[in-house]
């Protein structure tokens, strides 16, 4: 076997070239691509979507793995780093080795892992890679039609493309923050890493224009993606309040805003066990809407003479005024709060009343409709001794859903498997990498 340190190149067998081996589910669309994933959490989704598409994703760590390992919530909250609820979830689908790219030797391996990959992807400060002789162009001249995918705060250029950010600051500086919690106090932060999701799907679908654009031209491309833009996408609905009716959509809270140029009109609902959402509106939809809750309350003592009288044919949420919103919405939240959100929900659909659960994560695994198309689905953890149920992909593809062929690696689990069943090394090789910190 030849040495992976050696000068001659090397190549993987012909059964995983051709992605036989490792493809998430039967005839998968990325059948035959190999990713290497050097990407950190600002990147994640991406190598998981392109491995739930049957991509080989190898993710690749440094020595003693990845920092986001130590991020929680933990399995049984259990802070732990092979117990990351958040890796688990988004490194699903991938093989993992370690390597350390700081390391000379660590550097040669990876240029000849280069040769066999089609996609690589990383999220390293931009300049990062180059200065190590790593950067797109140093790594496609020796395999021309490889795709490389960076993912960073603010882009490759601009005045801030050097510039470090957190989640919370790209929420912020994508403009999202702005219309994010209630009007009468500061912006707020979405809970758990948002804008880095938004980033890992953006950068997904362009690898995959970039691999249609190899296909039919056999050249690689260096795919850009900035996580502020990323961001600024989401803010599409803003976008057009301006352009239709001149308003700067504001925070609102739980109100509909903009709609209407007098008043706000609520839209999440107390109940009597949880939240519903149910928009007060006018026009054909709002007719239907408004007159069968109407007649739902009437039919329980609930309703009253002015509610009775409305002709929500007529009802013309331009001309209402923040008075009348507000009576009728007291009226309204009355019924909602004496009422779960199960009656609640069960009731609109055979009335035709546009109302929706607000689900807590609980409601949403034990969800019908979500159950009746086998949409979670059991991934066993060996070294937990347990399956773990998890989300599936959310398409279909000719009535098949793609498969969780693995659970998210544990650090190195895949060295031996890729090192030395793959890339040729001997085991004593191997052994000599990771005493020296290689790998």
């Not at 190549?11 to 005839?27: F, V």
């Not at 408004?290 to 002709?311: C, F, P, Q, R, Y």
Request: proline letters at 6%; charged letters at 20%.
């Amino acid at each position: 076997m030849n040495s992976i340190n050696s000068t001659n190149s090397y190549s993987l067998p012909h059964e995983a070239q051709a992605g036989k081996i490792y493809t998430a589910m039967d005839n998968s669309f990325l059948e035959g691509i190999r990713v290497l994933d050097l990407a950190g959490e600002q990147g994640f989704l991406c190598g998981r979507i392109l491995g739930d598409l049957g991509a080989d994703v190898i993710k690749i760590e440094p020595p003693g793995g990845d920092p986001s390992r130590q991020t929680g919530p933990f399995y049984h909250d259990i802070p732990h780093p092979p117990k990351s609820l958040p890796w688990f979830a988004y490194n699903a689908n991938k093989r993992g080795i370690t390597l350390n790219l700081e390391n000379q030797r660590g550097r040669e391996i990876f240029r000849k892992l280069v040769k066999s990959a089609t996609v690589v992807i990383e999220s390293y400060p931009p300049g990062y890679l180059k200065s190590m002789g790593l950067g797109y162009e140093d790594l496609s001249s020796a395999n021309p039609g490889m795709v490389m995918t960076s993912i960073t705060p603010y882009g490759q250029t601009g005045p801030y493309s050097r510039y470090k950010a957190s989640d919370l600051t790209l929420w912020c500086m994508g403009g999202m923050a702005y219309v994010s919690g209630d009007p009468d106090r500061a912006p707020v932060w979405v809970s758990v890493p948002q804008s880095y999701v938004h980033a890992g799907a953006n950068a997904a679908v362009g690898a995959m224009i970039a691999l249609f654009h190899r296909e039919l031209t056999g050249e690689g491309q260096w795919v850009d993606v900035s996580i502020q833009e990323a961001v600024k996408r989401t803010l599409l609905n803003a976008r057009q309040f301006w352009e239709l009716n001149g308003i700067i959509l504001k925070r609102a809270g739980p109100f509909r805003i903009g709609l209407s140029t007098n008043a706000n009109q609520r839209l999440i609902w107390r109940c009597k066990d949880g939240y519903v959402n149910y928009p007060l509106i006018g026009g054909l939809a709002g007719e239907r809407s408004n007159t069968g809750l109407v007649a739902w309350m009437k039919s329980e003592g609930m309703s009253n003479e002015h509610l009775n009288d409305i002709v929500w044919k007529e009802f013309d949420m331009a001309n209402c005024t923040q008075q009348e919103f507000d009576y009728m919405e007291s009226v309204i939240g009355r019924f909602f709060e004496s009422h779960t959100v199960k009656e609640l929900h069960e009731g609109a659909i055979g009335r035709r009343v546009m109302l929706y659960p607000v689900y807590t994560t609980k409601e949403l695994r034990e969800d019908p409709q979500l159950e009746s198309r086998d949409f979670w689905e059991e991934v066993e953890h060996p070294e937990l001794g347990e399956t773990i149920a998890y989300p599936g992909s959310p398409s279909l593809f000719s009535g098949e859903r793609p498969k969780l062929g693995r659970r998210a690696p544990l650090i190195g689990e895949h060295n031996e498997e890729i090192y030395c069943g793959e890339a040729g090394l001997s085991c004593d090789e191997l052994a000599e990498l990771e005493r020296e910190g290689v790998i």
